[in-house]
């Protein structure tokens, strides 16, 4: 199905679906300004969107126009000026971030990273280019956070990934892109869902991907009989989905959602028994929800864990005021 009717198709079907599946306040506003330029721009370049910078594909360079501005004067005033643009654009960021993957990652086991370059796909402009590969702040953000998962679990053994709310589709680009095999399964409400159907549409093929069109009508989703490389799913599907995964995902989106939507999506997940848990999340929540989300309710809903290792610095970040830190935890004995 295409990416627009397929958009209307989840839309149209959200409006019935139970309360816990549905938008969070934070994304109450956000769904419709995300809609809203689908419809009227297209999927074709949705990485320039003026919604997708804020609400699923964050960034390096300056949102704010005035600093993109004087990036752009800087840039063209020689060697300091450079120096100065690429400061405003945080590039020493994220080639900071880049350095300690390429350093730190364990090259000689699964899952394989080191070859990653992202997609063009949706016309990204906030792309940097280190070694000659593509990478966005999204990329960057998942790459150290793997790394750190496969550092802190040596004998981490990986075929299928379950992730609540993975953007436009970086995790699965990284994981089923780089290692043949190995299946990706992502949960989100639509538009976002939309979205990453379209962006892993471009990356594997549109036979690559198994789309909410093929298992609407599903009253089970079998794990075992997603033959893609790719699966998306709407929130909703979540309780239909059986059988097991190795490792399931969330990188902030749990931030969005109040606690009692993520103490179900925490049962759901406890129930496919994944093995080991890759959180990044604010300690002390996030603005523009009813009760934040906070470090230690993803403690206490996901208490058939233990936490293995977390980092709010050389995988996470503690900086410009944020600070996020990224827990991997492994189910109890």
């Known amino acids: 199905m295409e990416s627009p009717a397929l958009l209307e198709l989840m839309l149209s079907d959200l409006e019935s679906a139970p309360e816990l599946y549905r938008p969070t306040d934070f994304w109450k506003t956000g769904l419709e300004k995300v809609v809203a330029d689908l419809r009227e721009r297209g999927f074709e370049d949705f990485r320039r969107h003026p919604s997708a910078t804020f609400f699923y594909a964050p960034r390096y360079a300056p949102v704010s126009r005035p600093a993109a501005l004087l990036s752009q004067a800087f840039a063209k005033a020689g060697t300091p000026g450079r120096l100065l643009a690429e400061r405003i654009d945080q590039v020493p960021v994220a080639r900071g971030h880049h350095a300690a993957v390429r350093a730190l990652d364990p090259r000689d086991r699964r899952p394989y990273l080191h070859e990653f370059s992202e997609s063009a796909a949706g016309a990204p402009t906030e792309q940097l280019v280190f070694d000659g590969n593509r990478f966005s702040r999204s990329a960057l953000n998942y790459l150290r956070g793997l790394v750190m998962l496969k550092r802190a679990v040596p004998d981490l053994d990986v075929s299928t990934v379950l992730e609540i709310g993975g953007g436009y589709g970086t995790l699965g680009e990284i994981l089923?892109?780089?290692?043949?095999?190995?299946?990706?399964?992502?949960?989100?409400?639509?538009?976002?869902?939309?979205?990453?159907?379209?962006?892993?549409?471009?990356?594997?093929?549109?036979?690559?991907?198994?789309?909410?069109?093929?298992?609407?009508?599903?009253?089970?989703?079998?794990?075992?009989?997603?033959?893609?490389?790719?699966?998306?799913?709407?929130?909703?599907?979540?309780?239909?989905?059986?059988?097991?995964?190795?490792?399931?995902?969330?990188?902030?989106?749990?931030?969005?959602?109040?606690?009692?939507?993520?103490?179900?999506?925490?049962?759901?997940?406890?129930?496919?028994?994944?093995?080991?848990?890759?959180?990044?999340?604010?300690?002390?929540?996030?603005?523009?929800?009813?009760?934040?989300?906070?470090?230690?309710?993803y403690l206490d809903f996901f208490d058939a864990y233990e936490l293995v290792d977390c980092d709010a610095g050389l995988y996470g970040q503690d900086s410009e005021g944020t600070v996020s830190e990224v827990m991997v935890l492994a189910r109890r004995s």
């Not at 075992?224 to 190795?246: F, I, K, N, R």
């Not at 496919?272 to 230690?296: D, F, H, I, Y």
Request: net charge negative.
């Open 176 to 297: 089923a892109g780089g290692n043949p095999g190995l299946r990706y399964i992502d949960v989100d409400i639509p538009p976002v869902a939309a979205v990453a159907t379209h962006y892993l549409k471009q990356v594997f093929g549109a036979d690559g991907v198994t789309d909410y069109a093929d298992t609407r009508d599903r009253d089970e989703i079998r794990i075992a009989d997603l033959d893609t490389p790719a699966t998306m799913l709407c929130s909703w599907q979540l309780p239909q989905l059986t059988g097991s995964v190795d490792l399931f995902a969330n990188f902030i989106s749990f931030q969005e959602m109040e606690p009692d939507v993520v103490r179900n999506y925490a049962k759901l997940v406890t129930d496919l028994g994944a093995r080991w848990l890759l959180l990044r999340n604010s300690p002390t929540g996030k603005p523009n929800v009813r009760e934040p989300m906070l470090r230690q309710y």
